[in-house]
């Protein structure tokens, strides 16, 4: 049976209105009824992804548009959609909840690339009076097409009446009306969700079907598929370049998935897990450390004493490597912890405090100078340097174009920073 192809985006008046909740209920239940649903993420995010991915069996792809540029987005979300029938992306905070007021917002991607917008309202403390914000939300920018609300936590059928009302006389299609005593919840620990822990994906699928009206949402925004962009990197032959990329659940786990896909399209790209105490391939060409959680399994890697051996050994003899926020404090001599301090690959002579009392927010889009040329990226920590602290080889600004105090380490062939940087057509500082 032929679908008719469609596409939505869906956002919130606030951060907390039960966006992942939804977006993921809603990804299950399409791919439960046999539909192909491509996965997007709007912002700088590494965790829902992880979700989307189970909920549709699809990779998950970041749009960003202040780390990437909008014909950038654009071929990333075209291509991704490639085979799909359905294509939900799910937005970030609020919908016009940017950088610098609506720019990168979930609304300023939902212009970029056409989309339809289904708003999710956290219904728990508001009646009738959600009619003029959902109006508001709705005329607000002529570009960000708002065609139908969910309300998510619903107190009983009269709460339920009042807000199918409100809607109504917003201009807005109501599309469902989840109760609060079924609303399901996702276990939240530390920067993120807990990975241990398995999402019940039919629950959520169950509270979508049962509580949301599929077809008619379908119908509102069904429509033409993205215009396929020309993939200029497929037929360009796989170099003999070794790439060699850290993953692990938790402790190496923040890794956009374009990032992969750029990676196989440079080389033969392997994984390894730095717990398992095995030392990097003796023909690695590009190692690669992305950010993740290893202040959570500080005994675990310091173990692994011949995975940091060889590191070391790979750092000393002037191999290439990139590491960013968890990755970096992998690099470093030792992380100080409330329990103790951990032995790590000492690549860079400096510690990482991970204790209670180190403990500072770091977060926000990030712009790295080098000489001329510009990377971007967003930072997210809450270790700290700890004296003496390295001295920075780029200029690191903010979204607002102010300087912050976050050092960028170049030392030889290694590159390490807390900013996690974003790829568009080749991998920082080592080129196509």
Not at 275 to 286: C, G, S, V
Request: glycine letters at 8%.
């Amino acid at each position: 049976m032929k679908h008719t192809f469609a596409q939505f985006l869906i956002a919130a008046p606030a951060s907390g209105s039960g966006k992942t909740t939804i977006s993921i209920g809603m990804m299950a239940a399409l791919v439960r009824r046999g539909r192909v649903v491509q996965p997007f993420k709007c912002g700088p995010d590494y965790i829902d992804t992880k979700y989307h991915g189970m909920a549709c069996h699809r990779s998950s792809y970041n749009l960003d548009l202040f780390m990437a540029t909008d014909s950038h987005v654009k071929a990333i979300y075209s291509e991704a959609s490639r085979g799909a029938d359905i294509c939900v992306v799910e937005g970030m905070m609020g919908l016009f909840d940017g950088f610098q007021r609506q720019q990168g917002s979930a609304a300023h991607v939902a212009a970029t690339l056409h989309l339809p917008v289904i708003l999710v309202v956290d219904a728990s403390h508001t009646g009738y009076s959600v009619a003029p914000l959902l109006q508001g939300l709705a005329r607000y920018d002529a570009d960000v097409h708002v065609k139908g609300v969910i309300f998510n936590k619903v107190g009983s059928p009269r709460h339920d009446l009042m807000l199918r009302e409100a809607a109504e006389d917003a201009g807005l299609m109501c599309l469902g009306c989840v109760p609060r005593q079924r609303q399901a919840e996702a276990s939240s620990r530390y920067l993120g969700l807990d990975f241990s822990r398995t999402t019940d994906m039919d629950e959520m699928a169950d509270l979508v079907e049962q509580h949301v009206d599929i077809d008619r949402l379908l119908l509102l925004t069904s429509g033409e598929k993205p215009q396929e962009t020309i993939d200029h990197h497929t037929d360009r032959p796989l170099s003999d370049c070794h790439i060699v990329v850290a993953r692990n659940d938790d402790s190496f786990s923040f890794v956009y998935q374009h990032h992969i896909d750029l990676l196989q399209r440079l080389g033969r790209v392997t994984f390894f897990n730095p717990e398992d105490n095995q030392p990097i391939p003796a023909d690695t060409t590009l190692l690669y450390l992305p950010g993740g959680y290893p202040e959570q399994h500080l005994e675990a890697l310091q173990r692994a004493q011949q995975t940091r051996a060889s590191i070391r050994r790979y750092a000393i003899s002037g191999g290439k490597i990139l590491a960013e926020c968890g990755g970096m404090m992998y690099l470093c001599k030792n992380i100080v912890s409330d329990e103790g301090t951990y032995e790590m690959c000492g690549v860079l002579p400096y510690s990482i405090g991970s204790r209670k009392s180190d403990r500072k927010l770091s977060l926000g889009y990030r712009r790295v100078t080098v000489g001329e040329k510009e990377y971007r990226g967003h930072e997210f920590h809450y270790s700290q340097f700890l004296p003496p602290l390295p001295r920075s080889g780029a200029d690191v600004f903010n979204a607002r174009n102010e300087q912050t105090p976050s050092p960028f380490i170049i030392e030889g062939n290694v590159v390490a920073s807390y900013t996690h940087l974003y790829w568009q057509d080749e991998v920082p500082f080592f080129g196509k």
